[in-house]
């Protein structure tokens, strides 16, 4: 096999993009556009969720963190919000027949707050008039003409009741105990002994005639009193007529505003007529205090905050539809709350204090939520589906539906809702809600998708440029050249390592935009060249990777063991990712293996104690089938092997090994030894086909540095799957190296291939008669196996005798 036609060439090791395609020489030349690069898929879902108004066509934009998920949706509602009308103000009053429950109010946009400032206005004009028709003495006069004729029948009443008595021989006097009957004799009235000494027949006649004037008394008294009501109610009449006179004018300039609204028409006229039921609060205001049952006084005007309204959704500075963003969606910012004060000792609570929440300040638009932030606030994810499956914003606080005991309360009427509700989340969010909520497969039925990757193509370049000239303009950064330019499309593309795709994470990309135009700026440049965006990723390196350069110190004194030069038999290099969560790196690790006769098969180490993850378990346990497939045909695989990853501490996971162990695996039964300035990364499967794995730019880089420190030989280099080969997009440094012959890469579709290049032996291909040829490292392999079944068959004889004779035995007992 010819070598060098595996050796990937220079020009497939990273791709470049040419400043001069890009058709301009700075971003002064480029329109800006912060819109997102590519996600057309996710824009068209926007687009119909936005648009399609049936129930439970909300919409989900799924995507990572980065991506311009909040920002493409914002941009896009705001679009669709500006050219629908502005929803109406809802506002909560008090309900005098049932105070617990407010009412709610709907008026056109502005006119809310126009109700609440006029209320307040005819309050204290109310305030004002009332007790001044009340002081006039017009009023007077009227009450004076209304108990004038009352008060002049009472006085006929008695007149005359003394009269009827006089001729009786009774006189009646008004005591502070009521009125008393006396007999009289010549005129006067007679004592008690007097009468004592009355003959018996003149008492008698006495005690009947003043029987029959208490029941006159009490027939006039009857009558008094029944004045005495007249009176009153005429004086009530009266206070209401002149409270009416009073009231009225100013209610009535709210009328004629608002009238239009049967709901305003109405509380209007509630309002007046509590007004004239409690004309007390309005003709006393020279107190201060008034009692209230249960709670003690309180101060005077709040007694009038019962006439006041709660705008409780103002959209009165609103241009279109509402759009709100919701970054703390805990249970009361998203549903709304009703606030308690302190007063007394007790806590209490009114209409006044009813507050609006995301969900009904949205109502009308559009609500924009953080699915994870949604989900980590209790009892918010089902606040909100319960909002959108009743279609109506109720207020309730928390503790009303988790008290044992059932407490009074406000219960405000629910407003109707409509609302679109626009969660964003990560794609697993998405998956898992999708999974075990079907309420959110009922209520979100649109998928916005954001990709992480779009094709490299000159459209796609094209976007980079115009995202690099919106921040250059947005944040007042330097102008970017055309090479700079072109350095961030490729520093899109490493991100992603590979050669046919930009990164759709703009965050990251917009990072290296900012820090190049800082460098840019303390080089004193008028532009951001290539130079500076290198700079940036540089600096931005260092800033992470002290953790790498002390595994690579650890690795240049001899402290973890990697050879970069040498043969050594049962053992090679392997390549594995380390991620610190800013920053990830590759790193090798030297991997053995060790054989002997048996029948336990390849064991990892790894496993057995407990450090081996599932997949690379599974990836592990491949191995022995390739083994069984491939030299198990015709003879037992009677073989002990282990196979361990030497100085790592962590676990182990990911098959990206699984041709690495194979190779030192092959390498302990042949004999023969493999290179060790050459390491491998890749996964196979049953029949040794390499698959692709990732990370290989920076597992390639990771090796790479390690011979850099100890020395090149010319000799070194990585051995990758052939379909890797997209995937790099390798730092400079490398591919200066790789071209001046310093470091070699090689891209293989087998282990054959992979171990042709590790023992600079043939593999062996298999003939007819399932032999292989001589010379050949499969060969080696073969005959290795074969002698351990030969040799386990020989050693097993008389295990199998004694075996045979202790059945016998049990046999004969």
Not at 68 to 96: I, L, N
Not at 545 to 561: A, F, P, S, V, Y
Request: proline share 5%; charged share 25%.
């Amino acid at each position: 096999m010819n070598r060098h036609i595996l050796e990937v060439p220079v020009e497939k090791l990273r791709n470049t993009c040419n400043p001069n395609s890009l058709g301009f020489e700075t971003t002064e030349d480029v329109p800006p556009n912060e819109g997102p690069v590519g996600q057309a898929r996710a824009i068209a879902a926007i687009d119909f969720g936005l648009q399609i108004r049936t129930d439970g066509y909300n919409l989900f934009a799924a995507g990572l963190p980065g991506s311009g998920r909040f920002k493409t949706v914002r941009t896009h509602v705001e679009k669709m919000a500006a050219q629908q009308p502005t929803p109406s103000d809802w506002c909560y009053v008090h309900d005098f027949a049932n105070p617990d429950n407010p009412m709610a109010i709907s008026l056109p946009a502005g006119q809310g707050q126009e109700l609440a400032k006029a209320m307040d206005q005819a309050m204290e004009a109310i305030k004002r008039e009332v007790p001044l028709a009340f002081e006039s003495e017009s009023y007077e006069q009227r009450k004076a003409e209304v108990t004038k004729d009352i008060q002049t029948a009472r006085e006929q009443l008695l007149t005359n009741l003394q009269q009827e008595a006089r001729q009786r021989g009774f006189a009646i006097e008004l005591t502070p105990m009521g009125i008393v009957t006396m007999p009289l004799v010549d005129g006067k009235p007679i004592s008690r002994e007097d009468f004592d000494q009355l003959p018996e027949e003149r008492k008698n006649e006495l005690l009947q005639i003043g029987k029959q004037l208490e029941a006159d008394v009490e027939q006039a008294l009857r009558t008094g009193k029944k004045l005495e009501k007249e009176a009153e109610e005429k004086v009530r009449e009266l206070d209401r007529e002149i409270a009416v006179a009073a009231i009225h004018p100013f209610l009535q300039e709210i009328r004629s505003r608002f009238g239009e609204h049967p709901k305003v028409a109405d509380y209007l006229n509630k309002v007046q007529e509590n007004i004239v039921e409690n004309l007390d609060d309005f003709r006393s205001p020279e107190k201060a205090t008034v009692q209230i049952p249960g709670l003690g006084a309180i101060r005077r005007d709040e007694t009038f905050d019962r006439y006041k309204v709660n705008v409780f959704v103002n959209n009165s500075e609103t241009k279109g539809a509402p759009i709100i963003h919701e970054t703390n969606p805990t249970y009361y910012n998203l549903i709304g709350r009703i606030d308690y004060r302190a007063r007394l000792g007790a806590m209490v609570t009114d209409f006044t204090m009813i507050k609006a929440g995301a969900i009904e300040r949205a109502n009308g638009g559009y609500l924009i939520l953080d699915a994870r932030e949604v989900l980590i606030n209790p009892l918010s994810w089902e606040a909100l589906k319960r909002a959108l499956l009743s279609k109506e914003a109720r207020v309730e606080n928390i503790g009303e539906q988790f008290s044992f005991v059932p407490t009074a309360t406000l219960k405000p009427e629910p407003i109707p809702l409509d609302v679109k509700v626009i969660m964003v989340g990560n794609p697993i969010l998405y998956s898992a809600l999708y999974s075990i909520d079907q309420d959110f497969r009922n209520l979100f039925k649109v998928k916005a998708d954001f990709s992480t990757d779009v094709a490299w193509n000159q459209e796609h370049v094209q976007q980079y440029a115009e995202f690099i000239s919106a921040q250059v303009r947005e944040r007042n950064l330097k102008p970017f050249h055309k090479t700079g330019v072109a350095r961030v499309v490729e520093y899109g593309s490493r991100l992603l390592e590979d050669q046919e795709k930009l990164s759709t994470r703009l965050s990251d990309i917009g990072d290296i935009v900012k820090e190049a135009s800082f460098w840019a700026a303390n080089d004193g440049s008028q532009y951001v060249d290539s130079k500076h965006v290198d700079k940036a990723i540089d600096e931005r390196v260092y800033r992470s990777n002290m953790i790498e350069e002390k595994l690579q110190e650890l690795i240049d004194n001899g402290t973890i063991l990697i050879d970069t030069e040498g043969i050594a038999q049962g053992q090679v290099n392997g390549l594995s990712i380390m991620n610190i969560g800013d920053y990830y790196f590759g790193k090798p690790s030297r991997i053995t293996a060790t054989t002997s006769m048996g029948w336990g098969g390849p064991v990892n180490i790894e496993r057995e104690t407990k450090l081996s993850g599932r997949i690379h378990t599974k990836g592990f346990l491949i191995l022995s089938s390739y083994l069984a497939h491939k030299f198990a045909q015709d003879k037992p695989l009677a073989l002990n092997a282990s196979i361990v990853f030497e100085q790592l501490y962590d676990e182990v996971d990911g098959d990206s090994a699984s041709s690495t162990e194979l190779y030192a695996l092959l390498s302990s039964l042949s004999g023969v030894g493999l290179k060790q300035g050459i390491a491998v990364t890749g996964s196979v499967d049953q029949y040794g086909k390499v698959q692709a794995v990732g990370g290989v730019t920076r597992k390639i880089e990771g090796f790479f540095d390690t011979c850099k420190a100890k020395g090149f030989t010319g000799e070194q280099g990585v051995i990758i799957p052939r379909d890797n080969i997209r995937n790099l997009m390798l730092r400079p440094d490398v591919i200066n190296a790789v071209r001046e012959g310093l470091f070699r890469i090689y891209a293989i579709r087998t282990v054959e291939e992979g171990i042709e290049i590790l023992t600079d032996m043939p593999a062996g291909k298999q003939r007819s008669d399932g032999t292989y040829p001589e010379g050949t490292i499969n060969y080696l392999v073969d005959k290795r196996l074969r002698d351990f079944a030969r040799g386990l068959k020989e050693f097993g004889k008389p295990a199998e005798e004694v075996r045979g004779a202790e059945q016998e035995g049990r046999e004969a007992a």
